[in-house]
């Protein structure tokens, strides 16, 4: 089962915290929540600017503690063969696993590491011109995790269009 995920978050060259994150599950589902309590020290105009202004307003639901998020992803990402995708793996999986404390304190079903959409466009050798348009101006994790599997959607149709072309030649 494959799970795309985005992160919103603060780094001022010391600190990198969560501020959102979002899980898009390929079957449908989906998970967004704002971190209470985010440390607001470490904002930059940027995320001022672009961030911010997308969080949901404070009394949401969605705003819940690092623990109840570290608890609900726990049982909203279930079953075997797991694969968690982004397009900013060295980022959004760092925040995911530090909701959880240390590396070994992930859950046992998942995997070790975040495959990054960067990387397959590089592999396959699509262009930025060629990738799908992003959503515009827009910085909410769970647009961004939407659009995640939808650029995981057209990167394998990519693939498939390229190996069946080999398959011919």
Not at 98 to 118: H, I, K, N, Q, S
Not at 123 to 129: D, I, K, N, S
């Amino acid at each position: 089962m494959r799970y795309f995920v985005d992160t919103e978050f603060t780094d001022d060259g010391e600190r990198f915290e969560l501020i959102s994150i979002a899980v898009v599950c390929e079957d449908g589902r989906e998970y967004y929540a704002a971190v209470q309590g985010y440390d607001s020290s470490a904002l930059t105009p940027w995320i001022e600017e672009h961030v911010l202004p997308n969080l949901p307003p404070q009394g949401d639901p969605s705003w819940k503690s690092r623990l109840q998020i570290r608890d609900d992803l726990a049982a909203f990402v279930s079953g075997s063969d797991i694969e968690f995708w982004t397009m900013c793996a060295w980022a959004d999986w760092s925040l995911v696993v530090r909701l959880f404390g240390r590396f070994e304190d992930v859950p046992e079903t998942w995997p070790m590491a975040c495959w990054d959409l960067w990387q397959l466009e590089a592999e396959l050798g699509v262009t930025r011109a060629e990738r799908l348009p992003e959503p515009e101006g827009v910085h909410n994790a769970l647009i961004d995790a939407r659009y995640h599997h939808r650029i995981h959607e057209s990167l394998r149709s990519v693939q498939s269009r390229r190996a069946a072309q080999l398959h011919q030649a």
